[in-house]
């Protein structure tokens, strides 16, 4: 059982706007930084959000990243296709001394 | 620019052992950490702990002591995961990934993994 708990699926249709919630306690979320990783199918993880709601470059305006208190949440707006992935939120987690993830949330397009 | 080539895959009888290499490439690789980080089939993601790339110190997380040996080498900027005694449930395609820690305040702070390796798949079976 993961320390962040995220919904285990999400879909939506193409140019609809979807959420991914990620919800934890005080000992990560509510005094860290929350990032987020896409996983598309067969592929390493790759940096999609970092510090909240934070951007790397190549990453699409259409995913944004917030957090507030214990949770945090990542908007995908025009959805497309190609944003079909798994996707996982992660922290640190001052109890645990140590990084935590999400239980990740497998994105469909319909 | 900056990337990380992990070693191929590996099948591993049970008791075995394995060693996993994570060569970087574009950045001054002492500056930054080293996370590994494991992935069963069709499950999640599970961080197994990070090295100090400038120290060599690992530091494990809860159910990856014993086994898991993380090291480092500076002259050829790799990082290895070695696991000894191989069971079943080790089998998983474990990812390294480069550290980027910014303090947020006093005992705030982001962490975020950037870039991540291709991943490595080692199956045991006997």
């Known amino acids: 059982q993961s320390v962040l708990t995220q919904p285990p699926s999400a879909s939506g249709t193409p140019g609809q706007r979807v959420t991914i919630s990620c919800s934890g306690s005080s000992s990560n979320i509510g005094n860290n930084a929350v990032n987020w990783y896409q996983q598309l199918p067969g592929t390493a993880p790759k940096l999609l959000i970092y510090?909240?709601?934070q951007r790397p470059s190549g990453v699409p305006g259409r995913f944004s990243g917030s957090k507030s208190g214990t949770s945090a949440s990542l908007a995908i707006s025009g959805l497309q296709s190609e944003d079909e992935a798994d996707y996982y939120c992660a922290t640190w987690d001052d109890s645990l001394d140590g990084q935590v993830f999400g239980g990740g949330t497998k994105l469909t397009v319909l | 620019q900056v990337q990380l080539v992990q070693s191929g895959s590996e099948l591993k009888k049970p008791g075995a052992s394995v060693k996993v290499s994570c060569k970087a490439s574009g950045y001054t690789f002492s500056g930054y950490s080293m996370i590994w980080v494991r992935q069963a089939p069709g499950q999640g993601l599970e961080w197994m702990g990070w090295i100090n790339t400038n120290t060599g110190k690992p530091t494990y997380a809860q159910g990856f002591t014993g086994r898991f040996v993380f090291s480092v080498d500076t002259a050829v900027s790799t990082a290895y995961l070695q696991i000894s005694s191989l069971k079943a449930d080790d089998t998983a395609i474990y990812y390294c990934a480069r550290d980027r820690l910014v303090w947020l305040g006093e005992s705030s702070r982001s962490n975020w993994l950037d870039p991540w390796g291709q991943g490595t798949l080692v199956t045991v079976s006997s």
């Open positions: 510090t909240n709601n």
